[in-house]
């Protein structure tokens, strides 16, 4: 089974400042990892994900992770936040072993990221 | 291409009722998933098809829940006996093939029990 630690739930910061919303993740099979952004009142959209290679991976809107294998992590970094950044943003992974392979994710509970002006 | 369509956006229903909701995924996207999402939390997962089989089960989904996929298009998540604990947000995602992990959202169905 898998799970997803968000560490923080709520992380303000002013607009141009930089960001990093942290994510720990407990497998024991190899996981998948992404992140989602859901704005107000909307379904959640895709920012990036890892499924092999560099271990540093870019998304959209300006936005990077990069995995951390020893340390089960896969925080999500900006280094100019916007206003319009301002939304939840959640971690998830999911089985990358063949067998069980639905592709269903596991999300943590979410970070609210509040951009100040 | 629209997009992953849900319908009724909002419900709101009394305890006892039976309520359905209705998902349309991206056309030709063969693998459709229903999750649920309360208040403060992250969405978790409830079942999953891919066409018109459904595959996988959570424990979530009691038997009070039931989900269908006729013909591989559309599908229906059924709650009979709504209680109060069901009240939360529906969500629908679905993805093509050999690209299972781009999951694409649709806006969900809040669900409100009184």
């Known amino acids: 089974a898998q799970s997803v630690t968000q560490l923080d739930s709520q992380v303000p910061v002013f607009e141009e400042a930089p960001v990093e919303l942290r994510c720990n993740y407990s497998s024991s099979v190899s996981v998948y990892l992404f992140w989602y952004v859901q704005y107000p009142n909307q379904g959640l959209q895709l920012l990036l994900k890892y499924l092999s290679g560099s271990t540093l991976v870019k998304g959209i809107n300006g936005f990077e992770a990069e995995f951390n294998k020893s340390q089960t992590s896969f925080h999500l970094r900006k280094p100019s936040v916007h206003i319009s950044d301002t939304a939840e943003y959640f971690c998830a992974v999911s089985d990358r072993s063949g067998s069980s392979n639905t592709g269903k994710l596991i999300f943590g509970q979410g970070t609210t990221l509040q951009v100040k002006p | 291409d629209t997009g992953v369509s849900q319908n009724p956006r909002h419900k709101i229903t009394k305890r006892g009722q039976n309520v359905t909701f209705r998902c349309d995924p991206i056309s030709e996207h063969n693998r459709l998933y229903w999750y649920r999402q309360t208040l403060g939390q992250g969405p978790e997962f409830l079942t999953y098809?891919?066409?018109?089989?459904?595959?996988?089960k959570s424990r979530l989904l009691s038997d009070r829940f039931s989900a269908e996929r006729p013909k591989g298009s559309f599908s229906t998540l059924e709650i009979q006996r709504t209680e109060q604990g069901d009240s939360a947000m529906y969500l629908c995602a679905s993805s093509l093939g050999l690209a299972i992990y781009e999951q694409y959202f649709g806006p969900g169905t809040r669900l409100t029990v009184t």
């Open positions: 098809f891919q066409n018109e089989a459904q595959l996988e």
